[in-house]
T-cell receptor
């Protein structure tokens, strides 16, 4: 069974632009969560989607948004990029809500200049 | 709010030796799950082992085992017969099993493990 895939793997954007990251979960998994990883803040939860609905949201500004499609694929969008948004963005999938095992993708490395 | 603390930022172990990585957590819940994730230089986060709080028996997965002390809120990872491929950053994580605001994974800051040949 294929693992979680994320595209693109690397991205360079300019401050003020917007970006969309994509995540395809493991086949059969219906829940997708997003995390931001930075050297200073570590791993922080962004949001969780299940059956196309956002079920859970972390403490991030409204510039961070996401959605989930009927095939469970998910996208996250960051508008008006700031230098501090430079990070590794990790997507994790699990079979269902409240299911305790999350499987992570390789991440998207976003650099904002 | 739940917190996870990994107080040792770095550790080193000789190949074939045993090493223990420490983790403490804080929660007022009685039912929850604990995990150790490994993140090698490739950045892919890999689930190493999980522990359900209601189980008294410590989880084991091949060379990896945990020492779960619920009363002390301690969850350490023991790696036996360390191999060069074990070199990575290790994260301790906490999650409640039900849905809602606390269903997210809360991670510690991580510990970088190096393995000396």
């Amino acid at each position: 069974k294929a693992g979680v895939t994320q595209t693109p793997r690397y991205l360079i954007k300019t401050r003020g632009q917007q970006v969309t990251l994509s995540c395809s979960p493991i086949s059969g998994h219906r829940s997708v969560s997003w995390y931001q990883q930075t050297p200073g803040q570590g791993l922080q939860f962004l949001f969780e989607y299940f059956s196309e609905t956002q079920r859970n949201k972390g403490n991030f500004p409204g510039r961070f948004s996401g959605r989930q499609f009927s095939n469970s694929r998910s996208e996250m969008n960051v508008s008006t990029l700031e230098l501090g948004d430079s990070a590794l963005y990790l997507c994790a999938s699990s079979w269902g809500q409240g299911t305790y095992e999350q499987y992570f993708g390789p991440g998207t490395r976003l650099t904002v200049t | 709010a739940q917190t996870v603390t990994q107080s040792q930022p770095e550790m080193s172990v000789q190949e074939a030796e045993t090493v223990t990585l420490s983790c403490t957590y804080d929660t007022s819940e009685s039912d929850y799950y604990l995990f150790w994730y490994k993140q090698p230089p490739s950045r892919q986060m890999i689930l190493v082992i999980r522990q359900e709080a209601y189980k008294q028996q410590n989880a084991t997965e091949n060379r990896f085992s945990v020492n779960f002390q619920k009363a002390a809120k301690s969850f350490s990872l023991k790696i036996s017969d360390s191999q060069l491929g074990d070199a990575a950053m290790y994260f301790c994580a906490y999650r409640q099993p039900h849905t809602g605001a606390n269903s997210k994974l809360t991670f510690g800051k991580g510990i970088t493990l190096s393995v000396r040949p």
